[in-house]
Each structure stands twice: as structure tokens, then as C-alpha cells.
């Protein structure tokens, strides 16, 4: 039953990493330049959750609880705004801005969110599960 | 007289209960884990299928001895296997999904949970019964000796 803690973890893991994830999408929606000034506007980018626990400690338990595999780049075209006075302005007047939409994100924070709490229930229904147990020894 | 001290009576049904909850939960905490992971579809063992294969043996040992002492022969089903160890191995197979959603993945958060709240309520009275069981005997105990 350890080992179900160890899933649930996995779990509370890989949802944290997939809300920094969203939230690095939120603080930069608006972002048009790279850290270096050079003009390309920021990609969003996604979290890509797998079954498996590579970092588990045991044979069996890499095979279970779930992994963040991949944080992909959103291939999804860049959208563009008419601004003809930009800097960054094509010769039509378009500047291309990031790929993000915020509600979206939002969307997708408050399901990582809830999933997190799916996990924490998982565990406490665990550690209530081993308390029970220990009673016997009582 | 002493090997019989913890194959008394219900004893060893109820810790092959409490085995099989302990490791179903694992099943099922994978499974929420899993809950928004593309493509995965999630997979319990059979409960009834294990109660069955369990009455069965409960059966066979009263036809054996009346019940009263000895080990469970219990032999497993297609997904729980008894280990060396005592303890039982499983290997989820059934299909338990709900409704394909568009990541291809068709967990079903409720009846996940549901599941998981009856498989806690298994262990529990297992838990409570093997606890009476225990008392009674520490009762017995007291009195020889005290």
C-alpha cells in the first residue's frame, strides 16, 4: 500500500508541473521577444502526461502512477494583430503576437487543479486505509 | 497449536481480503493519476470474480476441516495471483471505462471514486473484523494466564 502513495504522488507531481506550465503560458501571452531582445514572439507550450513512473524506485512502480514525458511547443500558427505602427509591423501593418489564449488556459488550470485533488483524495483514502490497518496492532 | 493461532477461524479470508484491497487501491490510485493522461485507458480487476474464486475456497476448506482451522487454498483468478510471500499479485484487466473523450482517454472520475470508496470500506471491515478476532484472542489469553 506504500505503493499507492507513490502513485498518487506521481500524480500530484505531474499536475503541479503541467500548472507551471500553464501558468508560464499565462505570464507570457503578451510576450514578443525572445530573452536575448531578438523579435519571436513566445509559443505556448504544453505538458504531455504519460503512465509510468521512470523516477520510482522499484520495477513494479515504474510501472505505475503517471509522468509529465514531453513539454511540447504548441505547433498551432502564431495570430496576428493590425498594428501598423510596431516596430515589428510586416510590410502590411500585421505583428505576429503569441499563440496563448488566456481563457483557455484558465480552463485547462482549473482540470490540472481539480486532478491534483483527485490525487490528494486518492491519498488520504490510503493513509486512512494503512491507519486502519496499524489499528490491528492496537 | 501455535500455527493455528493465525489461521483460526475467519483469519485467513479476511487477510486475503485485506490483501486484495490493499493492492486494488494501488490499481485505482493509477487510475486517477491517470485520470487526464492522452490515450490511457483504465483497467480494474474483477471484484466479483475474486469473490467468487474467495467463496470458493472459503467452501473447500469447510468441506476440509469444518472451517475451523487451517491455511485458504485459495488459488487466485485470471487477474490475482497468489505470491510465494502470501500475498496476492494483480493484474488489472478489465475494461472500465466510461465514455471515449477526445484524447482518447475514458476514465470516469465518479466511478472512480465510487470504486475507491468501496474498496476502503473492504479493507475497513476486514480491518474491523480481524480486530475483534485478535481481542477475543487476547481475552483468551488473559485468562489462562492472569
Known sequence: MYGALDISTSGMVAQRTRLEVISANIANARTMLRADGGYEPYRRRTAMFAPGDPGASTQAGRQLGVHVADIELDRAPFESRYQPDSPYADAEGYVKVPNINTTVEQINAMQAARAYEANVVAAETTKSMMAQALRLLA | ?146
Do not use: C
Open chain 2, 1 to 146: 497449536m501455535i500455527k493455528d493461532l493465525n489461521s483460526a477461524g475467519a483469519l485467513p479470508t479476511l487477510d486475503a481480503m485485506m490483501r486484495f484491497a490493499g493492492a486494488r487501491q494501488r490499481v485505482i490510485a493509477h487510475n486517477v493519476a491517470n485520470w487526464d493522461t492522452p490515450n490511457f485507458q483504465p483497467k480494474d480487476v474483477s471484484v466479483s470474480e475474486f469473490q467468487r474464486s474467495l467463496g470458493e475456497a472459503v467452501a473447500r476448506r469447510r468441506a476440509f476441516n469444518g472451517g475451523m482451522v487451517g491455511d485458504l487454498p485459495f488459488e487466485g483468478t485470471r487477474e490475482v495471483r497468489p505470491t510465494r510471500g502470501g500475498g496476492l499479485e494483480l493484474r488489472p484487466e478489465t475494461h472500465t471505462g466510461g465514455v471515449l473523450a477526445h484524447d482518447r482517454n475514458s476514465t470516469d472520475l465518479e466511478r472512480l471514486l465510487q470504486d475507491m470508496v468501496e474498496n476502503a470500506n473492504v479493507y475497513r471491515v476486514a480491518a474491523d473484523f480481524m480486530r475483534v478476532q485478535t481481542q477475543r484472542l487476547h481475552a483468551a489469553i488473559g485468562e489462562r494466564v492472569a
